[in-house]
């Protein structure tokens, strides 16, 4: 039983892509390790972009050095 945390920094995804998201991970689980569609959970995590860092950063300041 597949239970899949993805976690976004925001500005959130749309339901839209919410959707797919959900779909996508439930079908790639399917596809590589047979799990039924029934069976398996994904949770959508969105974090603020002050609370992620990467590389030493946070995900704020990696956005706005990039924008430049």
Do not use: Y
């Not at 597949?2 to 892509?17: G, I, L």
């Not at 603020?48 to 590389?55: C, E, S």
């Amino acid at each position: 039983m597949p239970f899949v945390t993805v976690r976004v920094a925001k500005p959130s995804p749309t339901k839209e892509q919410k959707e797919q998201i959900i779909t996508g991970v439930t079908n790639l689980l399917f596809d590589v390790l047979g799990k039924p569609h029934s069976s398996t959970s994904v949770i959508i995590s969105e974090v603020d972009p002050d609370n992620w860092g990467v590389g030493g950063e946070t995900v704020t300041k990696r956005r706005a050095s990039q924008k430049g």
